[in-house]
């Protein structure tokens, strides 16, 4: 068994094609096929089930996958023992987030990070929280911002900072009149969220009981009360810009842009404020702990320079 073999395995599990699986590893299909049957004779046992239209990773043999991208990771961090004075601020770095995170924490963390690690390159990406877990896992990802919970077995997490939702309306909507808004008040609303598989949408229906009881009113009258066509934030704010609904925000997208006093306006939630918490999710065993410690201080900066934006009233801010 060698880590050469196990790379192959872990990479064909991935793919679930000898062909793609070759020209990640950088070899040819007969020596990734050679190998991995070599590894599975060794075992005594079948790590894929291989037809003429597919491959799928045994039961057994997802285990073994899931230990052989532990080994690899340690082997990571052996080498980067060996070389002790080795800068962990060099190498590139691969960051994820949620949809709902990313486009409004992204422009002001990359500069920070700039500054603190001028040397270090960056790779992002947004995806669903589901994604992001498996890309983490995968090693695809060196750390991921999602909100919280977040549970996966071998993976660390790092509550950054807590994040109320507003309520984003057109300029003229009866509401817009009022400083605070209610639960209640938005269940009587033609409200625009998120599809499904977006976790903001979720947290938006957990916080808001009165809206779940609102939806099954509806839908049980045969005359729904949300609209779910949004694909993303930016889309569901042009929708109200519209006329078609109003919605509810995290914080940063709604004071990440400036509307003009006739078109929209926030107003913030009145007690019990609901709220998530953005957090930070790295692997036990990654080995560059000065990049997670950069990237989490960086995050924090840039809640302080968020945090003078937010200390202006919301209305008063976006009015």
Same mark, same amino acid.
């Given at each position: 068994?060698?880590?050469?073999?196990?790379?192959?395995?872990v990479?064909?599990?991935?793919e679930?094609?000898?062909?793609?699986?070759?020209?990640?590893?950088?070899?040819?299909?007969?020596?990734?096929?050679?190998?991995?049957?070599?590894?599975?004779?060794?075992?005594?046992?079948?790590?894929f089930?291989?037809?003429?239209?597919?491959?799928?990773?045994?039961?057994?043999?997802?285990?073994?996958?899931?230990?052989?991208?532990? =080994?690899?990771?340690?082997v990571?961090?052996?080498r980067?023992?060996?070389?002790?004075?080795?800068?962990?601020?060099?190498?590139?770095?691969?960051?994820?987030?949620?949809?709902?995170?990313g486009?409004?924490l992204?422009?002001?963390?990359?500069?920070?990070?700039?500054?603190a690690?001028?040397?270090m390159?960056?790779?992002?990406?947004?995806?669903?929280?589901?994604?992001?877990?498996?890309?983490?896992?995968?090693?695809e990802?060196?750390?991921?911002?999602?909100?919280?919970?977040f549970?996966?077995?071998?993976?660390?997490?790092?509550?950054?900072?807590?994040?109320?939702?507003?309520?984003?309306l057109?300029?003229?909507?009866?509401?817009?009149?009022?400083?605070?808004?209610?639960?209640?008040?938005?269940?009587?609303?033609?409200?625009?969220?998120?599809?499904?598989?977006?976790c903001?949408?979720?947290?938006?229906?957990?916080?808001?009981?009165?809206l779940?009881?609102?939806?099954?009113r509806r839908?049980?009258?045969?005359?729904p009360?949300?609209?779910?066509?949004?694909?993303?934030?930016?889309?569901?704010?042009?929708?109200?810009?519209?006329g078609?609904?109003?919605?509810?925000?995290?914080?940063?997208?709604a004071?990440?842009?400036?509307?003009?006093?006739?078109?929209?306006?926030?107003?913030?939630?009145?007690?019990?404020?609901?709220?998530?918490? =953005?957090?930070?999710?790295?692997? =036990?065993?990654?080995?560059?702990?000065?990049?997670?410690?950069?990237?989490?201080?960086?995050?924090?900066?840039?809640?302080?320079?968020?945090?003078?934006t937010?200390?202006?009233?919301?209305?008063?801010?976006?009015?």
């Open positions: 068994m060698t880590l050469t073999e196990l790379r192959y395995v990479t064909l599990a991935r679930r094609h000898f062909g793609r699986a070759a020209e990640r590893c950088h070899v040819s299909q007969p020596t990734l096929s050679v190998a991995v049957k070599k590894l599975e004779e060794e075992l005594g046992i079948p790590l089930e291989r037809s003429k239209s597919s491959i799928r990773v045994t039961e057994t043999g997802q285990r073994i996958v899931e230990q052989a991208q532990r =080994v690899l990771d340690q990571g961090v052996i980067d023992m060996a070389q002790d004075g080795k800068n962990q601020l060099s190498s590139p770095l691969k960051v994820g987030a949620i949809y709902t995170i486009p409004y992204f422009p002001h963390l990359l500069p920070e990070l700039r500054r690690a001028p040397e390159p960056l790779y992002i990406e947004e995806n669903y929280t589901a994604n992001l877990r498996k890309k983490l896992r995968q090693s990802l060196d750390a991921i911002i999602i909100a919280l919970p549970e996966e077995a071998e993976v660390l997490t790092l509550p950054l900072y807590d994040e109320p939702f507003v309520v984003l057109p300029a003229d909507h009866p509401l817009a009149a009022k400083k605070e808004i209610t639960g209640d008040e938005l269940a009587d609303e033609q409200l625009l969220l998120l599809g499904p598989g977006h903001f949408r979720d947290q938006v229906l957990e916080a808001c009981p009165p779940v009881e609102a939806v099954t839908a049980d009258a045969g005359t009360s949300l609209v779910t066509e949004g694909s993303s934030l930016e889309t569901i704010r042009h929708m109200v810009a519209s078609l609904g109003i919605t509810v925000l995290p914080l940063s997208a004071t990440g842009m400036r509307y003009q006093k006739d078109v929209l306006v926030t107003r913030p939630f009145a007690p019990p404020v609901p709220s998530r918490t =953005v957090a930070l999710a790295w692997r =036990v065993t990654f080995p560059r702990p000065k990049a997670i410690d950069v990237l989490s201080l960086a995050a924090g900066q840039c809640r302080v320079i968020e945090k003078a937010e200390d202006t009233p919301v209305a008063a801010a976006t009015d």
